[in-house]
């Protein structure tokens, strides 16, 4: 079975300007999750969406960063404007069901370099 | 609250064992682990459960502590494959499956 896909894989970007991530979660996964990983520390979680609903955003910075899941499959994250800060990977994943149970499954991972 | 991890970095040669232990100050429903090698996304070990037994992963196993709101990972004859960042991912009650992951551990494993 096809894993979880993101791209782009690299994006280099000056502050204040505007990046989107895409990710395409493993087929059938209803539950999408965007993380942002600074170096050297843990992932930290963005968004949660279960289908196309949100169903935590709380430490999603909202006046710059954005996320959708239209039809509940594919996902776009979205800064804008970026800050130095917002340096990091960016990981999406996906895992079956919503229940603590279940495994996340992660993508590669987009490296964002803001300068 | 981010769960603390200790140790934050260990180097045990081949065939040593290794435990990591995650600690959280809030009532957990459950405790993932995941093991991330340098520049690739984290890969799932194992899940925890409230109520659960402890699970294992063909040499790596672990135990979940409720009333302690500690969990450990047990890397058992560990292998050159073992080395990577090992996080913990700790699911509070009623959070529908959000995790927080700790502070992480790098493990090495040498000849």
């Known amino acids: 079975e096809a894993g979880v896909a993101q791209s782009p894989r690299y994006k280099i970007i000056e502050k204040r300007q505007s990046v989107a991530f895409w990710c395409n979660p493993i087929s059938g996964h209803a539950t999408l999750y965007w993380y942002q990983q600074i170096l050297g520390q843990g992932p930290k979680l963005l968004i949660q969406f279960q289908n196309n609903g949100v169903v935590d955003d709380s430490q999603l910075p909202k006046d710059r960063f954005s996320a959708e899941r239209l039809k509940g499959v594919d996902s776009t994250l979205k800064i804008q404007p970026a800050k130095l800060e917002d340096s990091a990977v960016y990981l999406c994943?996906?895992?079956?069901?919503?229940?603590?149970?279940?495994?996340?499954?992660f993508g590669p991972g987009t490296r964002l370099t803001v300068l | 609250q981010q769960p603390v991890q200790s140790p934050q970095a260990v180097i045990l040669r081949e065939g040593e064992d290794a435990v990591i232990n995650c600690s959280s100050s809030?009532?957990?429903?459950?405790v993932h682990w995941y093991r991330q090698k340098h520049g690739e996304a984290p890969v799932f070990l194992m899940i925890l459960l409230k109520g659960g037994e402890q699970k294992g992963h063909e040499k790596i196993s672990a135990s979940f502590n409720e009333k302690k709101q500690q969990s450990s990972l047990y890397l058992t004859a560990s292998q050159l494959s073992y080395s990577g960042t090992y996080f913990c991912g700790t699911e509070k009650s009623g959070t529908a499956s959000k995790l927080t992951f700790g502070t992480g551990t790098r493990l090495q494993v040498t000849l």
């Open positions: 809030k009532a957990l429903y459950s």
């Open positions: 994943a996906s895992s079956p069901g919503i229940a603590g149970y279940n495994e996340q499954f």
